[in-house]
């Protein structure tokens, strides 16, 4: 009996409120539901209006995003002592890792300040890996320093490109050259950071183990090769001493020493002959396969 009143299939007759009487379903249907219908429409226009206050801020929000994004996700630094106490400072509260690549050779200056405050992150617990070219491997300054970093628990790779400086922190902060001055660019987007670190460890598997034990008396040791199939790619590729000499970070009276080395185990009586037998004897596959 009170389902039914509650339904509305029953209702009090109106002289008569003791006496029930039976209502039509569509009648019940009017009366139960139309005060939700009522109720969903009024939600309705509350929702389409709060949605049209909302989104009114939408140009607000994308505009200040933009700034804020430019201001605090890419910072440009643009002179050399404000990059050396931006790096001394993200070094200090770096607290995992280093991860970095660095074309050519350091000079003389920039290794006296790299060393100690490399020393100190090792200390930490700070874990340093870094990417160099392989001439450092013979290079008078270079090799002694990397050897300290290695004693010390640094990871030392080297290759025979790159392409250039990049120093990660944490995989939360990158700091690349600015192209277009002397200085840097500080990135802290997570999407782009992650990005180069990504692009950093491709070129770190690709690399080869900087082992003072596998390369005595100063040479090349493991990289020889993999440097000799480098210049034979450019040398194929018709590229002149100089731009070979710069890719690979050595000097063009190296270059063109390694190159007269090269001709002279091939048999070939010019550069353009020594590319050709190069490929036909398969010195260049790897680096084919590689891209």
Sequence with gaps: MTALLALRLLRRAPEEPDVLVANSPDAAVSELIAPLEFEVRQRQHRM?????????????????RQVRNRREAIDIIDEVDRVRATLAGIARRCSVEVFSAHPGVLSDGAIEESLPKDLEMLA?????????????????????????????????????????????????????????????????????????????????????????????????????????????????????????????????RTCRRHIADIMHDLGAESRFQAGVLARQRGLLDDLTEAG
């Excluded at 389409?48 to 200040?64: D, K, R, S």
């Excluded at 001055?181 to 770190?204: F, H, I, M, N, T």
């Design 124 to 252: 930490r617990g700070i874990r340093i890996r870094t990417v160099h070219q392989h001439p450092v491997r013979v290079h008078p300054r270079m090799r002694p320093f990397l050897k300290e970093l290695v004693d010390a628990g640094c990871d030392v790779r080297t290759r025979e490109e790159i392409t250039d400086r990049i120093i990660i922190f944490d995989r939360e902060i990158a700091v690349i050259p600015n192209v277009l001055a002397r200085g840097a660019v500080v990135l802290r987007e997570p999407s782009v950071v992650d990005y180069l670190y990504r692009s950093l460890e491709q070129v770190w598997a690709s690399a080869l183990p900087f082992d003072d034990e596998t390369t005595p008396n100063g040479g090349y040791g493991v990289a020889g090769d993999d440097l000799k199939r480098a210049l034979l790619h450019l040398l194929a590729a018709g590229r002149k001493d100089e731009f070979i000499a710069r890719k690979l970070s050595i000097s063009v």
């Design 48 to 64: 389409e209006a709060l949605q049209a206050t909302l989104l009114a801020f939408n140009p607000i929000y994308f505009n200040t």
